[in-house]
């Protein structure tokens, strides 16, 4: 009955930007903490981004000034507007909600940046 979905993934060149989505379902979305976090290829899944129920966020380093998480509580969803993007940023895009020491995975976005 939990759902946690990541979309809004595609190509797109170097420079370009593209907001992704994160939608939950059978839970109360909006006091989960939700993270996103992507799989690039041949690597570890690392964090990019996390913002609280109450809107507090924190970004990986790599992520900070070109990337911006928020939420649509009214809509059951967070955003990941990620601007400048780079080759380095492809990977498969994941979000997750986090509360009561449990973690809801969705199913991953590909994003892939290339000319």
């Known amino acids: 009955q939990v759902q946690v979905v990541a979309s809004g993934g595609g190509l797109v060149q170097p420079g370009g930007s593209l907001r992704l989505s994160c939608a939950g379902s059978g839970i109360i979305f909006s006091i989960y903490d939700v993270g996103w976090y992507r799989q690039a290829p041949g690597k570890e899944r690392e964090l990019v981004a996390t913002?609280?129920?109450?809107?507090?966020?924190n970004y990986a380093d790599s992520m900070k000034g070109r990337f911006i998480i928020s939420r649509d509580n009214a809509k059951n969803t967070v955003y990941l507007q990620m601007n400048s993007l780079k080759p380095e940023d492809t990977a498969v895009y994941y979000c997750k909600a986090m509360k009561y020491g449990m973690n809801y995975w969705g199913k991953g976005t590909l994003v892939t940046v290339s000319s």
């Open positions: 913002i609280t129920s109450g809107g507090v966020t």
